[in-house]
């Protein structure tokens, strides 16, 4: 399968090394110079994954990364060189599935595309928790009758917690489930996914009573 990458920098030099470096990785990439242009060609072509520079001219990277989001689940990656963990817990929080920083390697990049473009549910019959109903073979997720809408991401990890049965799922194994990549312990992925899911699927997400949180351990599902 031919994997097309939306690559939005306005670094000339970075965005033809990256480029050039995703398509020796086998990716077909196009590019965008600019916020506008990113959200533009998004509208007007299809892609399977978006590469979204925080620091851009114009419409800066995180409104790039709302507005996509605001169309559906298309995987978004941030690219920044910002590690201040407040700016990488933004760009999570608008919505993108996972962040790299820069400097980085292309194969490294790479990875996290294929192990986001996996990030799709095992084939298994409709899960219902209470009154949330998932059905995996669909990527559907109902609340009381009403469509959640969820990303990938976010549906993935869902899954994996009602998959287990109630049974405690650790922090590590859910990186390794969901993202599929070995974060060294970097867990900011995983708080800010967990807290846009119980946004979506608690009736009070300060009180939930479904995603539980077993403190030291990790997360289950409730009933």
Same mark, same amino acid.
């Given at each position: 399968?031919?994997?097309?990458?939306?690559?939005?920098?306005?670094?000339?030099?970075?965005?033809?090394?990256?480029?050039?470096?995703?398509?020796?990785?086998?990716?077909?990439?196009?590019?965008?110079?600019?916020?506008?242009?990113?959200?533009?060609?998004?509208?007007?072509?299809?892609?399977?994954?978006?590469?979204?520079? @925080?620091? *851009?001219? &114009?419409? %800066? /990277?995180?409104? $790039?990364? !709302?507005?996509?989001?605001? =169309?559906?689940?298309?995987?978004?990656?941030?690219?920044?060189?910002?590690?201040?963990?407040?700016?990488?817990?933004?760009?999570?929080?608008?919505?993108?599935?996972?962040?790299?920083?820069?400097?980085?390697?292309?194969?490294?990049?790479?990875?996290?595309?294929?192990?986001?473009?996996?990030?799709?549910?095992?084939?298994?019959?409709?899960?219902?928790?209470?009154?949330?109903?998932?059905?995996?073979?669909?990527?559907?997720?109902?609340?009381?009758?009403?469509?959640?809408?969820?990303?990938?991401?976010?549906?993935?990890?869902? @899954?994996? *917690?009602? &998959?287990? %049965? /109630?049974?405690? $799922?650790? !922090?590590?194994?859910?990186? =390794?489930?969901?993202?599929?990549?070995?974060?060294?312990?970097?867990?900011?992925?995983?708080?800010?996914?967990?807290?846009?899911?119980?946004?979506?699927?608690?009736?009070?997400?300060?009180?939930?009573?479904?995603?539980?949180?077993?403190?030291?351990?990790?997360?289950?599902?409730?009933?």
């Amino acid at each position: 399968m031919c994997v097309r990458v939306l690559l939005v920098e306005d670094d000339e030099r970075i965005r033809q090394a990256l480029s050039l470096a995703l398509s020796d990785e086998g990716f077909t990439v196009d590019e965008a110079s600019s916020g506008e242009e990113g959200v533009r060609r998004s509208a007007e072509e299809p892609f399977d994954v978006v590469l979204v520079d @925080l620091t *851009l001219p &114009g419409i %800066g /990277g995180l409104e $790039v990364v !709302r507005t996509l989001r605001t =169309r559906g689940d298309l995987p978004i990656i941030v690219v920044t060189a910002r590690t201040d963990p407040g700016d990488v817990i933004a760009g999570l929080e608008s919505g993108a599935d996972d962040y790299v920083t820069k400097p980085l390697l292309a194969n490294v990049l790479a990875a996290r595309v294929r192990a986001l473009l996996r990030r799709r549910g095992p084939n298994r019959e409709a899960v219902r928790i209470g009154e949330l109903e998932i059905r995996p073979q669909e990527g559907l997720v109902h609340r009381a009758g009403e469509r959640v809408h969820l990303t990938r991401t976010e549906f993935r990890l869902l @899954l994996e *917690l009602a &998959g287990a %049965g /109630g049974r405690i $799922v650790t !922090r590590e194994q859910l990186l =390794r489930k969901v993202w599929g990549y070995d974060y060294f312990g970097d867990t900011r992925l995983l708080d800010v996914h967990m807290r846009r899911l119980r946004r979506k699927v608690e009736a009070d997400p300060d009180d939930p009573s479904l995603l539980l949180t077993v403190r030291g351990a990790g997360y289950r599902i409730g009933s």
